[in-house]
């Protein structure tokens, strides 16, 4: 049992098998192959005939000049041939890349060497090839033999990165790959006997075989790269044998190469609809991906009841009199969570969500730097669609046999606030768009993003007016008056910023009827012994209101807006709101806090925390600066 | 001017069957809450949940009841119904009840609930020409030669009549932004028997009575159509008597319907 499936509360996972079929929902350990995996210089099989063995496990595995330009890498075999690079051109040199586990070889850069001449051989690769320039045209050599252009040994790759349609090249023969064969690392296991057959697997699976191969396949002379034009190959790994080895020891050296550089494709898959048998199947090769995902938006959706939750993570600078200023404790203030409700899932349905929720730690670190990656979330309405959430907490209820309800506390932490697009609810351009001067409707909330030069203009409007499309657009002034074609023309003094404008940046969504406000006067007490308290009022501002307003049932349109405008006030940003009835009066407040739960279409509940701040709403020193996120 | 729909007798379909009905009923059920603002000021209504269709439909069973119908099984799928010009796409059965009293065609009654949308436009009446046509069953269930048994009832005299009823609740997930559910689940199987006998014995204790019946519906010819198993507890008796008739006893048994968890 791997480490993964011993590591679940979840019983029944087992290790990936091509004999078998396997229903939707199920889960599988995907290992590439069952059995052990084995270093190349492993020496418990007897002499192996181990000849070279290139990989970027060391600094030391280089040769550099002064600017960390690569002039050979060292083969860990000893008294083997290197490959090496003796131009002083800059543009054949390759770069050491720092931090990442292979070199990158990009355009006319190459290595190649000599001493490499063997008739029989068993070579394995691990490469990741960038999508070609021209990828009707192109081909990339993985590797060559002989040092001419032609004719040579080799094997390339061309083609678009789909089924049937990525190929990999011996010589001049074509086989369609198994897997993509751009932008993802592959495992290419040659297997050369003499001059009578050369066959080639990918990730392996074996693809194709030639029975006549060029005789360069004997040649003494080796090369990687020189793909000119061309955005480059990184090299992981690369190591052969001299000799044809066993299909089991092939497998045993393709897993040590699956394990060390597939940190995406190992671990845990769960099938998104009924596999049938055939190792075809397998989730890394192009029939296998329609089949078993990582993803966990190809198996559920979120239900009703789903809801978020945001918190402003502030540090209030007290100045006395009720005056404060709210300092900002990270660059990401918002903190947010999501409640993900996953209800009436049977048994198979749960078993694989709650495995996918233990497994979620599984994940490949974001970096070397950082943590394993989050969980890349559709999120429901009208949060953004390709979230990155960490899943922390999880309730499961069963109410009855084969009935399930899964909740799922997840918390974002890369989504940030100070993109101006928005922190979780965006500008798409499709829900909310860049104000533009012709639209094809009005519908009252809209969200619109109006740029500007001035920073007191610039920002998100919300439109007031009544509904209008291109039928109703000359009705009574109460939107824009006029349209030509199919289309609403909002006139400059009907613009955000116009004069009869029916955009607002103000906050003028009112509340529910029933409402509470409780009040609390700052009083400073003095207290002395065997006394009455004393009471005093605390400086000028001894009223300073901390409220909750409830926006209940409200539409998913009216919902949009509101979580608008709260997420592009991020937790801190001050600006006006009108107390209801009695009070009526228009104060400056901020919110911390505020939670919004998706009942039903257009019934969407949202309570929101304000606290009152003595200050005007609109600033008087400005940061005039826009910064954007590409 | 609006015209009222005449109808002779309803062709009902369940699938691609066709089953004789006296009466078909529908229905849909929104839920919905007004929003009043702070100024007073009402806002919209808003909806609490998707419209739940209900359709209730009496029919003579003229063969074994047919696999959807059987609410206390497991099998959740919905069946596509159509009468009078109207199909419903997608119906799910809630409770399927019938009487049996001697010399009585059984009637049998079945409820469901339904999601989405019905083209109510449809509705038309019978063309002549399909009920001049239209065959007559040779077989419908009848209370001449059905009966039932009672294997495990202490003391119950002769039954003269009895009514069947079993049911279940229809629990409908929704995914976020939609309005028809993704899975209508079944809970809270339950079926049902109520007698009524000359006698039922003793009185009953704190647990009730354990009770095991067997109902075997047939035509007039002795023709087998059903079975069905109330194997449960009588928790209810009653005993009626009135000027000029007879001493009547009623008593209902109770069978809850459990699932056993398939090991995944």
């Known amino acids: 049992m791997s480490s993964i499936i011993s590591g679940l509360n979840i019983k029944n996972i087992f290790e990936y098998n091509p004999l078998l079929s396997y229903d939707k929902f199920d889960i599988i350990d995907y290992q590439l192959i069952t059995g052990i995996s084995v270093y190349p210089n492993y020496t418990g099989f007897g002499n192996t005939g181990l000849c070279s063995w290139f990989n970027n496990d060391y600094l030391e595995d280089f040769a550099t000049d002064g600017n960390f330009n690569i002039t050979g890498w060292t083969n860990k075999v000893i008294n083997s041939g290197n490959l090496l690079q003796f131009s002083l051109d800059d543009n054949v040199r390759p770069n050491v890349v720092f931090n990442e586990p292979y070199i990158t070889l990009k355009n006319l850069e190459f290595l190649s060497g000599t001493g490499f001449e063997h008739t029989k051989r068993t070579i394995f690769i691990a490469a990741n090839t960038s999508s070609p320039n021209k990828p009707n045209i192109d081909k990339q050599k993985i590797i060559k033999f002989g040092p001419l252009d032609s004719p040579n040994g080799s094997l390339q790759v061309a083609g678009t990165n789909g089924n049937l349609q990525a190929r990999l090249i011996l010589d001049n023969t074509s086989f369609f790959a198994v897997s993509p064969i751009y932008d993802e690392t592959n495992i290419f296991t040659l297997i050369q006997d003499a001059g009578t057959s050369l066959k080639v697997r990918q990730n392996g699976l074996e693809v194709g075989q030639i029975n006549s191969p060029n005789a360069q396949w004997n040649s003494s002379y080796f090369e990687i790269g020189n793909n000119p034009g061309n955005n480059g190959i990184n090299y992981y790994d690369l190591f052969y044998f001299s000799g044809i080895l066993s299909e089991t020891q092939i497998d045993y050296y393709e897993k040590y190469l699956f394990e060390k550089y597939f940190p995406e494709s190992d671990g845990l898959f769960f099938a998104k609809k009924d596999v049938p048998v055939g190792e075809q199947y397998s989730p890394i090769f192009f029939t296998g991906k329609d089949y078993w995902t990582k993803n966990i938006n190809d198996l559920f959706n979120f239900n009703y009841g789903s809801s978020a939750n945001f918190t402003a993570n502030l540090s209030p600078l007290k100045m006395g009199d009720g005056y404060k200023t709210n300092i900002v404790n990270t660059i990401n203030t918002l903190n947010a969570t999501f409640n993900l409700v996953y209800d009436g899932l049977t048994d198979a349905q749960a078993k694989c969500l709650i495995a996918f929720f233990e497994n979620t730690p599984e994940s490949p670190n974001k970096s070397i730097y950082e943590g394993f990656k989050g969980v890349t979330t559709n999120l429901f309405n009208p949060y953004k669609s390709n979230a990155e959430l960490y899943f922390k907490k999880a309730n499961f209820n069963s109410s009855y046999n084969n009935i399930n309800k899964i909740t799922i506390e997840a918390e974002s932490l890369y989504d940030s606030s100070l993109d101006y697009k928005g922190m979780h609810v965006v500008l798409d351009e499709i829900k909310i768009k860049t104000y533009t001067e012709t639209v094809d409707s009005l519908t009252t909330h809209d969200v619109f993003y109006y740029p500007s030069t001035s920073f007191i203009d610039r920002g998100y409007y919300f439109y007031t007016g009544i509904n209008r499309n291109s039928t109703n657009a000359t009705g009574p002034v109460t939107g824009p008056a006029s349209g030509p074609f199919n289309k609403i023309l909002i006139g400059p003094s009907e613009s955000p910023t116009g004069t009869n404008s029916f955009f607002t940046k103000d906050f003028y969504f009112k509340g529910d009827l029933e409402y509470d406000i409780n009040e609390n006067v700052r009083l400073f007490s003095t207290e002395m012994k065997n006394s009455t308290i004393e009471y005093s009022k605390d400086g000028i501002n001894y009223n300073i209101l901390e409220f909750s307003v409830s926006f209940n049932r409200r539409t998913n349109q009216e919902a949009r807006a509101i979580l608008k405008f709260l997420d592009d006030k991020a937790g801190f940003k001050i600006f006006s709101y009108t107390l209801p009835q009695p009070y009526n009066k228009t104060i400056s407040v901020y919110c911390p806090e505020w939670n919004h739960t998706y009942n039903f279409i257009n019934n969407n509940d949202i309570s929101v925390k304000f606290i009152e701040f003595k200050n005007p709403a609109n600033p008087e020193a400005l940061f005039n600066t826009q910064i954007k996120l590409t | 001017m609006s015209n009222f729909l005449s109808y002779q007798n309803i062709d009902f379909r369940f699938g691609d069957q066709n089953y004789y009905a006296s009466s078909v009923s529908l229905s849909a059920q929104a839920s919905v809450d007004a929003v009043l603002l702070n100024d007073g000021s009402l806002l919209n209504y808003a909806p609490n949940g998707a419209v739940v269709g209900g359709l209730s439909v009496d029919f003579y069973l003229t063969g074994s009841l047919p696999s959807f119908l059987q609410i206390t099984g497991l099998n959740e799928s919905p069946i596509d119904v159509s009468f009078a010009g109207v199909k419903i796409n997608q119906v799910y059965s809630k409770s399927l009840s019938f009487s049996v009293e001697p010399f009585q065609p059984i009637v049998i009654s079945a409820e469901f609930d339904w999601y989405g949308n019905v083209l109510l436009e449809d509705f038309n009446e019978q063309s002549r020409l399909i009920l001049n046509n239209k065959l007559i069953p040779d077989y419908i269930a009848n209370g001449y030669k059905s009966f039932i048994t009672t294997s495990d009832i202490e003391g119950v005299g002769f039954i003269v009549s009895f009514d069947y009823n079993m049911s279940c609740d229809r629990p409908a997930y929704f995914n976020v932004d939609e309005v028809v559910p993704f899975r209508v689940a079944k809970l809270n199987k339950t079926s049902e028997l109520s007698i009524k006998s000359n006698t039922l014995g003793k ?62």
């Open chain 2, 203 to 264: 009185i009953l204790s704190i647990d009730g009575k354990s009770a095991i019946t067997n109902i075997t519906l047939k035509d007039t010819y002795n023709t087998s159509l059903d079975l069905f198993k109330v194997s449960g507890v009588l928790t209810n008796q009653n005993y009626e008597i009135s000027e000029g008739q007879y001493l009547l006893a009623s008593a209902k048994i109770t069978q809850t319907i459990p699932e056993t968890k398939t090991l995944i």
